[in-house]
C-alpha cells in the first residue's frame, strides 16, 4: 500500500494550497479518507475527513478555509487549504482507513510565512 501526499510548499499568510493524496495498493473507494497535521513539538491532528460515501467532517480549525474531496476513479484525495495562516505550517499527512485497517503517508510539509 502507498499513499503518495504532495502540493505542499511555502506560501504567504492568506494563500492558497492544494494538496493531493494518491493511494496505490488498496480499493480506494473503500475506505474513509483523512488529512491530519503535525506541527513542531506537537501532537498530530485531524485536519479533515471523508468517508467512502462522500462525507465530510472538519476539525474546527479548518471549517471555512479548507476542503475535503475526494476522486475514485484517481484513487486520490484532496485538500483544498485557502486563507491559510502562520499556525497553518506543519507536516500533512494522508490517512486511508477502513474497519480497523489504517495506512498512512509519508506527508508533504507546508509552511505558511507571516
Known amino acids: 500500500v502507498q499513499l503518495q501526499a504532495s502540493g505542499g510548499g511555502l506560501v504567504q499568510a492568506g494563500g492558497s494550497l492544494r494538496l493531493s493524496c494518491a493511494a496505490s495498493g488498496i480499493i480506494f473507494s473503500f475506505y474513509d479518507m483523512g488529512w491530519y497535521r503535525q506541527a513542531p513539538g506537537k501532537q498530530r491532528e485531524l485536519v479533515a475527513l471523508?468517508?467512502?460515501?462522500?462525507?465530510?467532517n472538519y476539525a474546527d480549525s479548518s471549517k471555512g478555509r479548507f476542503t475535503i474531496s475526494r476522486d475514485n476513479a484517481k484513487s486520490t484525495v484532496y485538500l483544498q487549504m485557502n486563507s491559510l495562516k502562520p499556525d497553518d505550517t506543519a507536516v500533512y499527512y494522508c490517512k486511508a482507513i477502513r474497519r480497523g485497517l489504517t495506512y498512512w503517508g509519508q506527508g508533504t510539509v507546508v509552511t505558511v510565512s507571516s
Open positions: 471523508i468517508t467512502s460515501g462522500g462525507s465530510a
